[in-house]
C-alpha cells in the first residue's frame, strides 16, 4: 500500500512540476502577481511529495519486498541493513529518483531562504527549475518507473552487485547528485536571467552560493568514488579516466570556473555573459554526464544502465534544455553590458586565465571522452582515448592553472603591479624552487612528475598562507594574527580551497612517482622485503561473511625488526551475485599506505601476493576534504546569508546600555 | 554443513587472477619495466575499459605474455607495438597515435588554449580603462560655455 502512494505521489509531483513550470513563467511573463506567487507553495509541494516517494522505495528495499520488480533485482534478504537503504540508489531507477528529489529539493530550498529575490527573478527561477523536473520525471515514470510490480514475486531478490556493497560506494551517488544537480540551480538562475534580460552584481551574488554548494558536493562525490576505487578495485589506482569519471570531472571543472567568474560579476560587473554561459555549460555537463553513465555508449567500468532507449531519452533532454538555454543565450547574451573595467595586470584579468584554462582543460577531457564516438561515426576507426592520453593533454593546464593561482589570487582588482604583488611571495617561491630542486636530488628516478608536482604544492600552499596573511593589513604580529579569524569567511574558504589544491597535488605526485610495487609468490610463513619493510605472509584460512565467503591471509609488516601492522587482505566471493572482489588491506599512514592484496592458490602451497607502498597517497583524498571545507567557509560568508541585511537591524525596544 | 557447501561453492565459481601474475614476471628487471609500461598502454579488448595490466581477463593475460615474448626476442617498444596493432587494430591502443583524424584530438587542446588566450585577451583589452580623461569636445566646450554664460 505504502509503495502505491509512493508511486501515485510521484505522478502527482509530475503535475505539480507543470504547474510550477506554467503559472510563474507565464505570470512573470504578464505581471500577474497570483500566478507568480504559485512557484513557492509548489516547490515545496512538489518537494514534499517526491520525498515521500523516495522514503516508500526505501521502505520497500528495508522489508524486502520482492512484488517490486526493482527491489527484486537488485536486493537480498541476507544483505547487511545499509545496504538495503544504500541499495534504493544503487541502480538506475533508483538513483533517477533520487536525482529528482535532489532536483525538488533545490527548488525548494531557493523557495524557502529566496526571500531576498525580486519576485519576477524568484518566478522565473523556480519556473527554470521545475521545467527541468518536468523532463526528468517524465522521463522517470515512463521509461525507468521504480514502482513496477511483479506478477510473480521471487522468494528472494538478485542481489546488489557486491562491488557496490561498501561504505565509500554507498554514499558517492548522493554527494555526487547534490552536485550534479546543483548545478540546475545555477542554469535556472542563468536562463531566469536571459528571460529578465538583466544581470548585474545581486544576479552575481545570488547564483554564487547554488554553484559552491555543488561544487563542494561534487567535490566530495568525486573523491569518495576515487577513494572507493583505490582500495576496492585491488590495484590501488585512484583515477582512472574512464568516461563516467570524466562526466563527473567535467562539470567540477567548469563549476570551478563559474565560481570565479561569478566573482567578477559581483565585484565588477564584468564577465556577464561569460559567466551565463558557463552556468548554462556546468549543468550541460550534468546533463551529458547523465547521458555517458547510463545510456551505455560509451564503454566504461561503471556504467550501470546501458540502455539505448533511455539514452535517447537523456539526450533529446540534453538537447532540448541545452539547446533552448543556448538559443535564448545567443538572442540575449548582447544586452549584457559590462560596467567594470580594468587594465591587463588585474586580479579580473588573472580570473580570466583561470577560466580559460579551467574552461580549455574541460574541453580537452571532453574531447577525449567522446572521441571514440566521433571517431567511429565520421571516419569508421574504432579507437581507444585512455589515461596516457588525459594524462599527457590534461596536466599541462593544471600545471598552469597552480603556477599562476597564488599570484593571481593576491593581485589587487582594477589595476595592479605584478612586482608589488610579487614581493611578499618571493620568498615562498625561493621554497617552491628549494624543494623542487632538492626532491630531484634526492629521488632515484629520472623523472619531473614528483619534484614538479610537490613543488607545485608546496607553491599553492605557502601562497594560501602568504595570501591571508596579506589580507590582515598592518599591524604587529599579534595583532594581525588576531585579526586572521575575523577575516571575511569567504577569505578564509579562498585559501583553505587553494591550499587544498596544493594538498591533493602533492599527493597525486608522490604516489604516481615513488610507488613501490611488489607482485610475488610466497607460502605461508616466507617473509620478503619491500622498499624498507619486511613482509611475512603468516597464514591463509577461509571464512563466512554475512553474505559471502571469504579467503583472507594474515600478513605482518615489520620495519627495522618492529612490528608495524598485521593485516587481512581477503578475496571474497558473493554466492548470490556469483561475484568474486578482492578487498586489499591498508594501513594507512600520513606519509605511506602499506596496500596488501592476497591472489590465487598456486600449483607449491604458496599464493600470490601483491604488496605496495603507496606514498602520500592520502594526501589526494585530504586535500579534496580541505576544498569541501573551504568550499563551506566561503558558504557561510555573511554577504551570503538569507537577508543579511535585514538581520542587522537592531532591535530597536531593547535599550542601549549605559556606557 | 553448511561451511562444506558454502566451500564448494565457492570451487565453482571462477576466481579471478590477479591483474600481473607472478609467473608473468621477466627475470631482467629492465625488460619488465618495459613490459609494464606497454602494458598500461594496451586496452584489454574484452574488459569495458581497462588497461591488461589492471586486468583479470584471460585474454589481458594472454597480451601481457605476447609483449613480454615480444621484448625477451629483442623488439623495441615500438615494434612491438606495431606487432599488436597489427593483430589487434588500434583499437588496442589506449594511447591513440597522432595520425590521420586523430591528428585533431591531440592539436585540439593546445588550439583551443590559442584561441582562448586570443579572445580574452582581445576582450581584456577593450576593457582597459580610458588612457585619462581626454577632455571636452569642441561642442562640449561651447554647450559649457553657453550654459555658464546662462
Known sequence: MIVEI???TLILALLVAVVQTIMPLVGAHKGWRGWMAVAEPAATVQFFLLAFSFAALTYAFVTSDFSLRLVAANSHTAKPMLYKVTGVWGNHEGSMLLWCVILAFFGALAAWFGANLPDRLRARVLGVQASVGVAFLTFLIF????FLRLEFPPLNGQDLNPLLQDPGLAFHPPFLYIGYVGLSMSFSFAVAALIEGRVDAAWGRWVRPWTLLAWLNLTIGIALGSWWAYYELGWGGFWFWDPVENASFMPWLIAAALLHSAIVVEKREALKSWTILLAILAFGFSLIGAFIVRSGVLTS?????????????LLIITGIFMGGALTLYAARAGQMQAKGVFSMVSRESALVANNV?????????????????????????????????????FTPFMVALAVILPIGSMLPWKRAKIMTTLRPLWFVLIATFVVAALIWTIQSERSLIAPVGIALGVWLIAGAAVDIWQRTGRGTFTHRLGRILRLPRADMGR?????????????????????????RVATPGESFRVGSYDVTLVDVRQLEGPNYISTMAEMRVDRNGSNVATLFPEKRIYPVANMPTTEAAIDNGVFRDLYLVIGDPQGNGGWSVRTFIKP?????????IIMSLGGLLSLTDRRFRVAAGARKTPKTNAGVPAE | MIRALCLAFALLVAAPALAVQPDEILDDPVLEERARDLSKNLRCLVCRNESIDESNAELARDLRLLVRERLVEGDTNDEALDFIVARYGEYVLLTPRATGST????????????????????????????????????????????LLDD
Do not use: C
Not at chain 1, 574541460?362 to 577525449?368: A, D, I, N, R, Y
Not at chain 2, 584530438?105 to 583551443?112: D, F, K, T, V
Open chain 1, 143 to 146: 521509461t525507468s518507473n521504480p
Open chain 1, 6 to 8: 509512493g508511486h501515485f
Open chain 1, 357 to 393: 584554462l579551467l574552461a580549455v582543460a574541460t574541453f580537452v577531457v571532453f574531447l577525449g571522452t567522446i572521441w571514440p564516438l566521433v571517431a567511429e561515426l565520421i571516419w569508421d576507426r574504432k579507437l581507444s582515448v585512455g589515461p596516457p592520453f588525459f594524462d599527457a593533454a
Open chain 1, 495 to 519: 585559501v583553505t580551497t587553494h591550499a587544498g589544491l596544493g594538498v591533493t597535488f602533492i599527493g597525486i605526485a608522490a604516489l604516481t612517482a615513488w610507488q613501490i610495487e611488489d607482485i
Open chain 1, 301 to 313: 567500468v561503471h556504467a550501470f544502465a546501458n540502455d539505448p532507449e533511455r539514452g535517447v531519452y
Open chain 2, 103 to 146: 591528428l585533431i584530438l591531440w592539436i585540439a587542446g593546445p588550439a583551443m588554449l590559442l584561441a582562448a588566450l586570443g579572445i580574452a585577451a582581445v576582450y581584456i583589452r577593450r576593457r582597459r580603462p580610458e588612457v585619462a580623461a581626454t577632455g571636452l569636445s569642441e561642442a562640449e566646450k561651447a554647450r559649457l560655455s553657453q
Open chain 1, 616 to 624: 602520500y597517497a592520502n594526501w589526494i583524498w585530504a586535500g579534496a
